[in-house]
């Protein structure tokens, strides 16, 4: 199968003009049928929600679209498991400091070194607020794969939460996610997994996965 990449760009409005973008994260460009809804939801239903009146009828609607279509996307069991926010990293240190209010000194962490700093430093930084360890998981500078046996050796540990990306955003490495997930929920541990780079690229599946929290640029899915 071929993609028909003209196609493509052409429902991107923003790439017709002389340009090669490398980004795709949370500059991610933006398809002409969800520029339209945009506009079309400020424009008709922009409203403060759960209110008695047309337009906010109109925009929780809009909202309970948006989660539904979402779940789809990720293979969630359910829209009450999509959480919407200004963007991962905002999403990721609201969650490192609701998921470390029972950390205590003596708990560990681990967090890789294949990872964006979106999904590092705000554990780091929640993990020294409540006197936590953190273990690093570094990478094989031949091949850019992670170190698992690093990762088993960490978990011999009971961690409280390995933090880990689905698709590397410097080297494009794709981790063994579910097996990871797998190794982790049998040490105990809470799972958090980055996928801003993989979303744009691969199916994602949540459930498969069975990760505990999945992040990606401006949404993301909670197991809650
Ligand atoms: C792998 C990865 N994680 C997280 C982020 C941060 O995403 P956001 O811009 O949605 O905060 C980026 C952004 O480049 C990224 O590449």
């Not at 002389?18 to 079309?40: C, E, H, M, V």
């Not at 047309?54 to 609607?61: F, I, L, R, V, Y």
Request: include cysteine; glycine fraction near 4%; hydrophobic fraction near 40%.
């Amino acid at each position: 199968m071929t993609l028909n990449l003209s196609a493509i760009r052409r429902q991107f409005p923003s790439l017709d003009r002389p340009a090669i973008f490398f980004d795709n994260p949370g500059g991610t460009q933006i398809a002409k049928p969800s520029l339209d809804r945009i506009t079309r939801y400020l424009l008709e239903s922009n409203a403060n929600h759960e209110g008695a009146f047309e337009t906010s009828k109109k925009s929780d609607a809009v909202l309970d679209e948006a989660h539904a279509a979402m779940a789809d996307f990720y293979n969630a069991s359910s829209p009450e498991e999509i959480v919407f926010g200004n963007n991962m990293t905002t999403l990721t240190l609201h969650m490192s400091r609701s998921l470390s209010r029972d950390w205590k000194a003596g708990d560990e962490i681990v967090v890789t070194r294949l990872d964006h700093d979106a999904n590092v430093t705000p554990w780091t930084l929640a993990a020294q607020d409540r006197g936590a360890t953190v273990t690093w998981i570094d990478f094989d500078v031949e091949d850019g794969t992670l170190k698992m046996d690093q990762l088993e050796k960490a978990l011999e540990r009971k961690p409280k939460l390995v933090a880990v990306g689905y698709a590397s955003n410097s080297l494009g490495t794709i981790n063994p996610v579910a097996k990871i997930v797998r190794m982790a929920h049998e040490a105990g541990a809470l799972v958090y997994v980055d996928a801003v780079q993989y979303a744009p690229h691969g199916p994602i599946d949540v459930q498969k996965l069975d990760c505990d929290f999945l992040v990606s640029s401006a949404y993301k899915y909670l197991d809650a």
